[in-house]
């Protein structure tokens, strides 16, 4: 079975910097194209980016210029780096591979199972 690893949150003052990281075990890394997501309090679990297995990223408006995804094949991991932090932010990420919807961009996760999320704080 597939297992979602995150990790690298934490509690960080508005403007400040965070590097997130997702290892995905028991899955072909390479061949997916892989997202990360987010959930606030209260709130409905959100697309924050994406990473094509070329690398190539697209992302939510919200977090254009400030948050970039990169991925590493050989250590199956994606990262999430997020810069200029707004408490906005704060939320739980979770990374997950991404499949085509049925408009046929990326945008629907594919492995059932989430992983624990790792939780963002941004105090202002």
């Known amino acids: 079975q597939v297992e979602l690893v995150e990790s690298g949150g934490g509690l960080v003052q508005a403007g400040g910097s965070l590097r997130l990281s997702c290892t995905v075990y028991?899955?072909?890394?390479?061949?997916?194209?892989m997202g990360w997501y987010r959930q606030a309090p209260g709130k409905q679990r959100e697309l924050v980016g994406i990473?094509?297995?070329?690398?190539?990223?697209t992302y939510k408006d919200s977090v254009k210029g400030r948050f970039s995804i990169s991925r590493d094949n050989a250590k199956d991991t994606v990262y999430l780096q997020m810069n200029s932090l707004q408490p906005e932010d704060a939320a739980v990420y979770y990374c997950?591979?991404?499949?085509?919807?049925?408009?046929?961009?990326?945008?629907?996760?594919?492995?059932?199972?989430w992983g624990q999320g790792t939780r963002v704080t941004v105090s202002s």
């Open positions: 028991r899955s072909i890394f390479s061949l997916n194209t």
């Open positions: 990473i094509t297995k070329d690398g190539n990223t």
């Open positions: 997950n591979a991404m499949g085509r919807g049925s408009d046929g961009t990326y945008s629907r996760p594919v492995f059932q199972s």
